[in-house]
């Protein structure tokens, strides 16, 4: 249906997005460690997205990921946020792993079979990810007095993000009473709880921001995003679009 | 690892492991100048797999389809973990990682000279899994046998890997040409950009060559540069045949008699000044190591205060 | 600009000058009320100017023609031309520039909302040249009367010049709806995101609008917010249906006795937000600014070093 | 003539990347007043690529601009490296404009009398533009002691890129002899006077740098770019690609 298809390019999406801001940390992390774990993460979320996007059905997952434009993309806005530095990085990817877990959990046990069994999958890949994010958190909030103030700094640059993650659209609304889709909004209070608990363990304060608003209350879920997005897309797309009837 | 002045029957028994074929391992004597040799070799190949990251990272985001995309991370991530690997056993000779990477930022230590050119369609991704995989893999099935053991069985698994990427790296090709003119155009030219430089990867000719010699009877190498280049040729003749592919190269033909392939002459002098820090990225691939380190100084000091306060129980001062 | 302690005398004059439809000029004497309105007045145009760079900048390097990307790289460099006549016209006021940059990037003045809303596609620089500059263009025309001179003289110049952008831009949109039906779409989609913005441009009703009082006897404004308001839509419509668009507004519709059209509520809650720096954009147009500057103050003072150096006859000691 | 468009190829591409360089720093310069002079340097140079390729002829100037491939382009390597940072701005627009000056000169003598006209066009526009950049060579080397330094640095990052402005194409050797084209190599001596005089207002010492290769001989003027280069027209072409049956 036109709301399967929708939902799982929302999930599809953020993955698909965020990994791709996560491709660009490739040969420029701080450790060779976090170099693998990154692009470990990168390849997770790849694979959800290609999961979801073969989910969505009514086009290919490469047809879906190369051949849209910017307004059908339906992912949040914290997916497209520029790179940023290694603080930004460590606050994005808690702060979007802390709810998309929350989200998946939920998910698997979603009346669609597959949708179900995508989230079973992935509840496993991201508890991995959010504990290696959740991992800095804690070094560089309780690290040095400058780690500590450039995490603030990310959180303070991601933080306006997160009211957008737990507002439902009309299709998870919809969803959610067939029984299929998760409802956003009944995360928050796990994700909120998360984030104090790690906060408390990183010895920083709770992020607290207002929420930045979409236009006239549409966001990334409806396929209005930030000026970020559409370098990513020239870029991710670039190839792609030039050899238009080209196979891979 | 007690003695330092050379000991005659600590000698006497690591020239006897050598001989026996046997492995060398971290408690065993060594002299200094097989520390010294070995530490250099697997520090350059450490580096090789680290600066190699760049030039196929650079098409990580631009990949064209979702599976090239993940195929290619996943390949870039593998190089990350070969250096993991390969400073691991560097260090089991008494080397420092962080050490080895300033050494490496700073010029001091080399890496291969391959990854000092630029990457310029996505053609040259699946050119590199062929051609330069494939050289690498020739250089290194050998080390696989090499008498230090920790390198040795860090060999065993990188040439596995690399095998499966050479595969995947020739497989890409084969899709490419079977595509529009367009792909087909971007794998021929991009073949004719690494060619040469791939026979380059195999080092200077016997004749020139300063390290063989020692290595071999150390049974740190196994074959010469010559011999593993012929091979390689003879080996690149045939899958540029199936693949549908020229090789830039007019003098390369069957020699009946040798039993191998003729080929023609190198450029020598574009080797030597790539080597000498003069290729096309050779600034732009150490700057770029660089730039990651110093900004990434921060995080691993925040790293280490971190694990000093949780290791000095200041948990209790909350 | 001797007296500080007002003078009946001074004072009568300024108000005559007013009275008489005349021009305040730098060297006449003006209440200190009215150089802060002034100064407030011109500093948030020029800071609007500079900010409004950001929107249409961002899709300089991504035109989809040379023609398009000569008329938009000219419009943008056109604004910053704008915002050098209006700092200057602050300046004959006593204000410094360096002074009201700070104020900007600190968020101690404001800047026109409509540049914290996002350029999503080629299609909002035509919807931005049309709407927006339309609606400044209805704001600044009364301006060319203001009481103060240097202002006056700029806005002619500037509303001349914004003209002829909102042409271009109008003529963008034409060119799009002659297209594809996906620029067609583009161009709609545009417009449903900058209709109530930019009818929000003219600022609160006047009911609520705090300066419009004083401002109108100085007469450094000439009509009511709602005055321009009404007359932006009534010139909008037809412009619309030439286009062949929908304005995003289902009450929209002629009312014959009013002899204007009638249009549906503002969200004016939406503008409180933007206005006091929750808007999509607002943060990142700031820090933006602020980043470019910071990045520029070495560059900045080593102009002025050498300026310095020149200025005290260093020359000999080469 | 195939060489005629491969000359107005390089010559317009030159300017046309240059000018993309130049377009990043819209918002970005350290003044109003450079904003304004940097957006007219990028403005002029983009009207000569458009008079240069539109004398190439045998496409229209936004089929050469939107929908080439990179290895079409004949720009030289110095015009796409990255952005920098002021410095390297200032460093390499001197460097550009004192070389494209001596063309532009020796070109208005061109027995193509378009080619004569847009040189004669040029000279005038160059002139100013070279101007600039040398006053700001002279600012910042002889400004603060870190002004200097990062005048050095920038020039350290744009000299190696200086050499392959000497080195004639064939096709640049052809036009030569039949009067229409210039030969680079004979700008050399007047590039390295002006260079020499400038460096000494400017109390600094001339940069001096091997030059980097091509790949086996082969650089900007036969196709053979830098990374920087796909990104670039990823951005560049990005709205022509997606939408390649639109006119705007």
Redesign the interface.
């Known amino acids: 249906s036109a709301d399967l298809e929708a939902y799982c390019l929302m999930l599809g999406d953020d993955a ?1 997005v965020l990994s ?1 801001r996560l ?2 940390w ?11 774990a990154i ?2 993460i ?2 997770d979320l ?2 959800q ?2 999961l979801l ?1 073969t989910r969505a059905g009514a086009r290919s ?2 047809e879906y ?2 051949f849209r434009a910017e307004h059908e993309f339906r992912n949040v806005r914290l997916t497209e946020l520029p790179r940023g ?2 603080a930004e990085l460590t606050a994005r990817l808690f702060v979007f792993t802390t709810w998309r877990l929350a989200i998946l959990r939920r998910l698997t046990g979603s009346r669609d079979p597959v949708l179900a069994a995508i989230a079973e999958k992935g509840v496993k890949e991201v508890t991995y990810h959010r504990d290696y994010a959740a991992r800095w958190v ?3 909030g ?3 007095a ?2 500590r103030d ?1 995490m603030l700094e990310g959180f303070a640059v991601v933080w306006p993000y997160v009211g957008e993650l737990f507002v439902p659209s009309d299709v998870e609304e919809r969803l959610v009473s067939a029984g299929v889709g998760v409802d956003p909004a009944s995360t928050e209070e796990e994700f909120r709880q998360v984030v104090a608990e790690v906060c408390a363990e990183a ?1 920083i304060p709770v992020p607290d921001a207002a929420a930045i608003p979409g236009v006239a209350g549409r966001a990334g879920r409806h396929g209005v995003h930030t000026e970020a997005m559409g370098y990513l897309l020239a ?2 797309q ?3 679009r030039t ?1 238009p ?4 | 690892m007690t003695a330092t002045v050379s000991d005659p029957d600590l000698e006497g028994q690591f020239e006897s492991t050598i001989a026996r074929d046997q492995r060398i391992e971290p408690r065993d004597w060594v002299p200094a100048d097989y520390r010294k040799t070995m530490i250099r070799m697997i520090a350059q190949h450490a580096h090789s797999e ?1 600066i190699g ?3 196929e ?2 098409w ?11 195929i290619l ?2 390949k ?2 593998d190089e ?2 070969h ?2 690997y390969l ?1 691991s056993a560097a260090e089991t000779l008494g080397a420092d990682r962080t050490e080895l990477t300033e050494n490496l930022i700073e010029g001091k230590q080399k890496y291969s000279s391959i990854f000092n ?6 053609a040259d991704v699946g050119v590199i899994g062929w051609l330069v995989d494939g050289a690498a893999i020739c250089n290194q099935v050998p080390l696989c046998r090499s008498s230090y053991g920790p390198y040795a069985r860090a060999m065993i698994r990188i040439c596995k890997e690399e095998s499966f990427h050479q595969r995947q790296g020739y497989e ?1 090709l084969l ?2 040409m ?3 003119p ?2 087909r155009k971007m794998v021929q ?1 991009a073949t004719d ?1 690494w060619w ?1 430089p791939s026979l380059m990867m195999f080092g200077p000719p016997d004749a020139d060559s300063s390290h063989t010699a020692q290595s071999m009877a150390w049974k740190i190498k196994r074959h010469t540069n010559d011999e593993l280049r012929q091979r390689f040729v003879d080996m690149s003749v045939p899958q540029a045949e199936a693949l549908g592919v020229t090789l830039p190269d007019p003098e390369l033909k069957w020699n009946a008699e040798r039993g191998h392939h003729d080929f023609g002459e190198i ?1 020598w002098s ?1 080797f030597k ?1 790539v080597v000498s820090g ?4 050779n ?2 691939r150490t700057a ?2 660089k730039k ?1 380190h110093e ?12 694990a000093a ?1 949780r290791a000095g129980g200041d948990d209790d001062a ?1």
């Open positions: 698909l791709h491709q660009e490739s040969t420029n992390a701080p450790e060779l460690e976090d170099e693998v692009a470990n990168a390849l790849l694979g997205a290609r996007l997952e490469d990921a190369f530095d290694f804690v070094r560089l309780d690290g040095t400058y780690s450039r010895r870029e991710l670039s190839v792609a050899h009837e080209a196979s891979w | 680290i990251m760049q030039p990272g650079n990580i985001t631009r990949a064209p389809s979702l599976r090239r995309k993940a991370l996943a870039v991530q990350a973990g250096g993991l400073y050119y630029p990457t310029l369609t996505f890409l899709t490419m079977k595509g529009t367009a792909q030219e950009r040469w450029d574009e000044a003069n290729g096309p990225c600034a732009q770029h190591r990651a900004q990434g100084a921060w995080v691993r000091e925040a790293a280490a205060a971190y306060k909350r």
